[in-house]
């Protein structure tokens, strides 16, 4: 059964550390989203991947935030320097969208990665 | 500007009764609309989904109602099941595909 993979599934860090948070998405995917789910608020659209390329990270604080595609295999967001204030859950999903036939999959989450940041 | 709302931030249903879960969205150009459940310390899984072209998918105990006019969805669940306990989210999308989410909704069922 094919699953989105996130790892570290958690992480407690000090400020001013570097977070990086890795997220393998389902073989044969083309769409790749972070969010992060704060405990007030719901899903944060953080940054959006198509075939590995940046579609929208206007989501992202851009001095501290940083998501790539380094291969289709691989997902990464990092935080450098890490606040408190970024203490959430980040997940991870993947999605077919096939824009010729219009035909979009659901999304499929990753567990997520749980960062505290003291 | 909230795009999507989810008013009540969580319900409580008898088991067996039905469970109505709802979501207003403002943008008439949503086209795909989508319920995600999350249980604790998991990511939300893919529930059960609707197209602007129909009012109504059924899928078991599970049915999504869409009122494209009032621009408003909902779930139902019949019978409602302990294991439906969870936070349910709705989350339309464009058709970039971009899906823009609700806050959700705790439902809990009580024995």
């Given amino acids: ?118 | 500007d909230q795009q999507v709302k989810q008013n009540s931030p969580s319900l409580s249903v008898q088991e067996g009764r039905i469970s109505i879960l709802n979501c207003d969205y403002t943008n008439s150009m949503f086209d795909y609309f989508l319920w995600y459940k999350k249980y604790p310390a998991e990511g939300p899984t893919f529930l059960i989904s609707i197209s602007s072209i129909k009012d109504k998918n059924e899928d078991g105990r599970f049915t999504v109602f869409l009122n494209k006019s009032a621009k408003h969805l909902s779930l139902h669940i019949v019978p409602s099941q302990p294991g439906d306990s969870a936070v349910y989210f709705c989350a339309l999308t464009p058709p970039d595909y971009q899906l823009i989410w609700g806050a959700g909704t705790k439902l809990i069922i009580k024995p």
């Fill in chain 1, 1 to 118: 059964d094919a699953r989105v993979t996130q790892t570290p599934r958690h992480k407690v860090t000090e400020m001013g550390q570097e977070v990086t948070m890795r997220c393998q998405p389902i073989l044969g995917h083309n769409t790749v989203f972070w969010y992060r789910q704060t405990m007030m608020q719901g899903l944060e659209l953080l940054a959006y991947f198509r075939n590995r390329a940046p579609l929208d990270d206007s989501g992202m604080p851009k001095d501290r935030f940083s998501a790539e595609m380094p291969d289709a295999t691989l997902a990464t967001l990092k935080i450098q320097p890490s606040e408190p204030r970024d203490s959430a859950v980040y997940f991870c999903a993947s999605g077919l969208v096939l824009f010729e036939t219009g035909v979009n999959s659901p999304l499929h989450f990753g567990n997520g990665t749980r960062l505290t940041v003291t």
